[in-house]
């Protein structure tokens, strides 16, 4: 049974850092390994088990499953206990008011609105973008299609038309198919959205001239285009393009800093300041405005100054990941496909079902998530998993299927 927490079981070394509110939140470094006092019994119950890299262990030593299974480092944590904070519905909330001007300035646009999540960011822009009845064209295995609960339906009464794609990534050929002819039988086309990177078809990357030769096409429509974000520095990382450059033929865009990032919670949704004039009142519909969220924007904060870079050992490590499946008889998986840090492989060829396979890999501490199609799972690399992540993986993998 747990005791309720006394002010002497928090680690001294945090007790200090309340106790002085130190100047600045960088005193730490991100993945240096986590001082004692975070590895005491104490800070143990508070914070979970330490693993290597100073980090907090999941259940799963080694996660894969997703880059949301993050968690805050103690170098974040120390950002958040320290942010300054104040009311963010009166826009009094400094650390989140800082947040959003970054992400205005990374992306390009006027203006930024912090939200609890990355979902929120699609639905709010589809509310803002959309009246009942228009459509919203997307590749068919985007997040809003499968992942938000119809949340398009449900939120902004508009309809969804797919276009079926291998790679997630679709030409301005295929967008023109898709748009309604202007008659009243139809759904009113209104709004364009991209994926980049593309989730469910293995992190894959929107080239630039992809996305200006959709986005020109869906101009000399008249219609709308909004950008799914919640792996966009992954692309900026993987394909040099910045995420300005990325972002500039969108109305509306956003980022999400609870995946490859690191952070616990948050995303952000930027656009022009009309756009996000607008998104502040569905913000408030929705319930997702906050009061001091400085506390969680301050982790955003850190996260853009400490985590963006480090995402290209992501990618090494999915590649190494990818290449060690590839070798293993009876998996599948298209190499060449990883550009970021999410792997797709198959299991048809071993003849062992996917939860037989994740059982035996937990015994390892290991573990992927599965896929649409019954045989296919999914690898995601994340600053959380160890040093020898991916040779653990590997070797869990070549011991489950034997
Ligand atoms: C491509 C994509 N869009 C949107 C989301 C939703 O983000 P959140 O979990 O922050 O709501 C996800 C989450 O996995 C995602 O992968």
Redesign the pocket.
């Known amino acids: 049974m747990h005791r309720p927490l006394r002010k002497n079981d928090l680690p001294a070394g945090i007790l200090n850092q309340y106790k002085h509110r130190l100047p600045g939140p960088r005193g730490m470094k991100e993945n240096a390994v986590a001082p004692a006092a975070w590895q005491s019994p104490a800070a143990r119950r508070i914070f979970g088990r330490p693993c290597g890299n100073g980090e907090q262990m999941t259940a799963f030593p080694y996660d894969f499953s997703?880059d949301?299974q993050t968690r805050p480092s103690p170098a974040m944590r120390q950002a958040m206990a320290l942010a300054e904070v104040g009311d963010e519905q009166k826009r009094e909330d400094p650390t989140v008011n800082r947040l959003q001007e970054m992400v205005a300035h990374l992306t390009g646009k006027e203006a930024a609105l912090f939200l609890p999540?990355?979902?929120?960011?699609?639905l709010i822009a589809h509310a803002v973008h959309c009246r009942p009845g228009d459509e919203i064209i997307l590749e068919a295995g985007?997040?809003?299609v499968h992942?938000?609960g119809g949340g398009p339906a449900v939120h902004s009464r508009a309809a969804m038309r797919l276009i079926e794609t291998e790679s997630g990534i679709f030409t301005a050929e295929q967008l023109e198919a898709a748009i309604r002819p202007d008659d009243p039988h139809f759904p009113h086309t209104r709004l364009v959205c991209v994926?980049n990177t593309?989730?469910l078809k293995g992190g894959r990357v929107w080239a630039l001239a992809a996305i200006q030769s959709v986005a020109a096409m869906a101009r000399k429509h008249r219609l709308l285009l909004h950008l799914?974000g919640?792996?966009l520095f992954n692309a900026v990382v993987a394909s040099g393009v910045s995420a300005k450059e990325f972002c500039e033929p969108f109305d509306s865009c956003w980022i999400?800093l609870?995946?490859g990032l690191g952070c616990p919670v948050g995303?952000v949704l930027a656009g022009s300041r009309e756009f996000i004039a607008q998104a502040w009142r569905y913000k408030h519909t929705f319930g997702g405005a906050m009061r001091q969220a400085g506390i969680i924007a301050a982790a955003g904060v850190y996260a853009l100054e400490h985590n963006i870079n480090r995402l290209a050992d992501d990618h090494v490590r999915a590649r190494k990941l990818a290449e060690g499946l590839a070798v293993i008889k009876g998996v599948s998986v298209d190499v060449k496909a990883v550009e970021t840090n999410i792997v797709v492989f198959d299991i048809a060829g071993t003849g062992v079902s996917r939860a037989e396979f994740l059982r035996r890999l937990a015994s390892h501490g290991v573990r992927f998530s599965g896929l649409m199609k019954p045989t296919q799972l999914r690898g995601v690399t994340h600053l959380d998993i160890p040093p020898d992540g991916v040779d653990k993986a590997l070797a869990a993998v070549r011991s489950a299927l034997t």
């Open positions: 997703s949301t999540t990355g979902t929120m960011c699609n985007t997040h809003p992942f938000e994926e593309h989730n799914d919640a792996r999400d609870s995946k995303a």
